[in-house]
């Protein structure tokens, strides 16, 4: 067994059964109707914008706008967790445009970035968008074994420089 199947150790966490009391009832009674109500696909745009709206609850907020085109959640992060003076090897993979670089960029000036983008015509975009940035942009995939593999996309779907 390999360490990401291994169970922790130590005692399993001790599981608290259902009490079953009048306020759960009720709250059962309440909640389950509108489970069903809402579960149907003429709600569909209803529950993701619930989803959505849990999530930035929860402070991830997958899908608010940032100020340097990434998420204001991935930046968060970033920001958090790269200090300014980083002087080892950050890499963005699957790097399309390159937004993630260049914020790596102007989080740590010193790092070594390198950026991977498997699709040709995105590529370009990539060496486009970065050309300035001193970030070293390699027409390779990533993947977790040695091989080869055919990138297909449509044509809508590539990435396009940066405006100035």
């Known amino acids: 067994m390999d360490r990401a199947t291994e169970l922790p150790a130590g005692p ?8 079953n009391s009048p306020g759960k009832r009720l709250v059962a009674a309440l909640v389950v109707p509108l489970v069903y109500a809402v579960n149907r696909p003429s709600m569909a745009a209803f529950g993701r914008a619930f989803y959505d709206l849990a999530l930035r609850f929860n402070g991830i907020g997958i899908n608010f706008k940032g100020r340097h085109g990434l998420t204001a959640g991935e930046e968060r992060f970033l920001a958090r967790h790269l200090s300014a003076g980083e002087r080892g090897v950050l890499i963005d993979v699957g790097a399309n445009g390159g937004a993630y670089a260049r914020f790596l960029r102007a989080r740590c000036p010193a790092a070594r970035i390198v950026a991977f983008e498997p699709h040709p015509a995105t590529f ?18 990533v993947g977790a074994a040695p091989g080869r593999s ?5 044509p809508a779907r590539t990435a396009r420089p940066r405006r100035a």
Do not use: F, G, K, Y
């Open 150 to 154: 055919t990138c297909t996309t449509s």
């Open 12 to 19: 399993p966490p001790r599981m608290r059964p259902w009490r």
């Open 124 to 141: 370009l975009s990539l060496v486009a968008n970065t050309a300035s940035d001193r970030i070293e942009a390699m027409n390779r995939a």
